[in-house]
C-alpha cells in the first residue's frame, strides 16, 4: 500500500492523523472522456473518440468501484471492444501487482508488473494514489480517466456503436433520481463502509457507522415498495450499491466492523443483491477470492495475523422473490 509523490514509489498507508482519525479519499486524477465522437464530454470535458480496440481497462476483482465497470462492460457487451487487465488481488508494499494467479490477467499492453508503472507512463511526475481503475488508450499512451463514476457514463453511452445499444443504465428521465440516489448512496454506504473500517479513533468510526446503517434502513424501506432505487427499471444506481451489498457480509461486517446487521438481516435488500448476482452476466464478475483475501491479507494494520475468515455460508442462487414487485 502506498502512492507516488513526484514520480517516487512511497510505500505509506492513509494518513489519518492530518483528520482526526477519519478516512478521506482523495480526489481522482485523470478525468478525459471517451464520446462516440470525440467531441466534448457532457460537462465539456476534453475527449477521445470511441473506437473498438484502442481502450483498455484495469480492475481488481477486489474493488467495488471497479468492479461497477467491469459489470458494465459485461451488460454493455463491450468484452471485445475494451480489453481488460486483473491486478492480483494482493495490495501489498508496491500497491496493486499483476500475476497469474488465479483470475488474474497480466498487463498485455503496457507490460507493467506493478499498476505505478502504468500511471507513470501517462505521467512521470504523478502525485497521487495509484487506485482502480484505470481506463487507458493505447493510442495516445496515457490514462484516460480513473474514476469508476465516469467510466460507468463512458461505457453507457459512448461505445454504442460497438456494444449493445439496447440497453440505457441511465436514461434521461431517470437521470435526476439516480443521480440523488447516487449521492446518498456514494458517501454513505459505498464510501461509508471504509469510512468505519480505516477510522483510527472510536468517534471517527462511531459517525458514518450510524450514517450507513441509517441509510440501509431507508433502503430497505425503498425497496420493500419498488424493486429498483430509480423505480421499475434497472440502473446505474443499482450496480453501483451492488457492489458493496456483495462484498457486505463477507467483508465489511467483520474486517470493517459494520456489523450492526448483515445484508441477511434485510429481506428486501438481501432479495435486490440476489436478483442482481442472479443478473445474467453479473456473478462472472463476482469473485469471493479476490475479495475476501484481498482485504483479509492486505490490509494487515486491520488483520495483522491474515488470517481469512472461512465463513460465512451464502447461498446466492436461492430464488430472489423480488417478482413481487413491478418490472418494467
Ligand atoms: N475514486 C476512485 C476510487 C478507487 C479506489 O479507491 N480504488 C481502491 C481499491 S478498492 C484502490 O485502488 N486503492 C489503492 C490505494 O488507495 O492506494 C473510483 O471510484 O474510481
Known amino acids: 500500500m502506498g502512492l507516488l509523490v513526484d514520480g517516487k514509489w512511497q510505500d505509506k498507508w492513509y494518513d489519518t492523523k492530518s483528520s482526526g482519525g477519519s478516512f478521506q479519499r482523495t480526489k481522482t486524477a485523470f478525468r478525459r472522456w471517451v464520446t462516440p465522437n470525440g467531441e466534448p464530454g457532457p460537462d465539456g470535458q476534453d475527449a477521445v473518440p470511441a473506437e473498438a480496440g484502442r481502450y483498455h481497462l484495469y480492475v481488481s476483482l477486489a474493488c467495488p468501484w471497479a468492479h461497477r465497470t467491469l459489470i458494465l462492460r459485461k451488460l454493455k457487451k463491450l468484452e471485445d471492444v ?3 487487465s486483473v491486478v492480483d488481488w494482493f495490495m501489498g508494499s508496491e500497491g496493486w501487482t499483476f500475476s497469474d494467479r488465479q483470475g488474474c490477467i497480466p498487463d498485455g499492453v503496457n507490460g507493467a508488473e506493478r499498476l505505478y508503472e502504468v500511471y507513470l507512463k501517462a505521467d512521470p511526475n504523478f502525485t497521487g ?4 481503475p484505470v481506463l487507458w488508450d493505447k493510442k495516445d499512451g496515457t490514462i484516460v480517466n480513473n474514476e469508476s463514476a465516469e467510466i460507468l457514463r463512458i461505457f453507457n453511452s459512448s461505445f454504442d456503436a460497438f456494444g449493445d445499444a439496447s440497453v440505457d443504465f441511465c436514461p434521461a428521465d431517470l437521470r435526476s433520481a439516480i443521480d440523488a440516489t447516487n449521492e446518498e448512496v456514494y458517501e454513505a454506504v459505498n464510501n ?3 469510512k468505519c473500517g480505516f477510522a483510527t479513533t472510536q468517534e ?12 440501509l434502513d431507508r433502503l430497505e424501506d425503498r425497496l420493500s415498495r419498488q424493486r429498483y432505487l430509480a423505480g421499475d427499471r434497472i440502473t446505474e444506481a443499482d450496480w453501483r450499491l451492488f457492489t458493496t ?6 467483508v465489511y461486517v467483520g474486517h470493517f466492523k459494520c456489523n450492526k446487521r448483515r445484508i441477511a438481516d434485510y429481506p428486501n435488500l438481501q432479495g435486490y443483491m440476489l436478483e442482481l448476482y442472479q443478473w445474467p452476466g453479473v456473478r ?8 475476501k483475501h484481498h482485504y483479509y491479507e492486505s490490509h494487515d494494520m486491520i488483520n ?5 475468515p472461512l465463513g460465512p455460508e451464502l447461498d446466492l442462487d436461492r ?4 417478482e413481487r414487485l413491478a418490472a418494467a
Open 304 to 308: 495483522p495475523t491474515r488470517i481469512v
Open 204 to 215: 471517527a468510526y462511531e459517525k458514518p457507522f450510524h450514517v450507513l446503517f441509517d441509510t
Open 284 to 291: 462472472e464478475t463476482v469473485d469471493f477470492h479476490h475479495i
Open 129 to 132: 494514489r495509484v487506485t482502480v
Open 82 to 84: 475494451v480489453s481488460l
Open 319 to 322: 430464488p430472489h422473490g423480488r
Open 192 to 194: 461509508g463502509v471504509y
Open 245 to 250: 451489498l456483495i462484498r457486505f457480509d463477507p
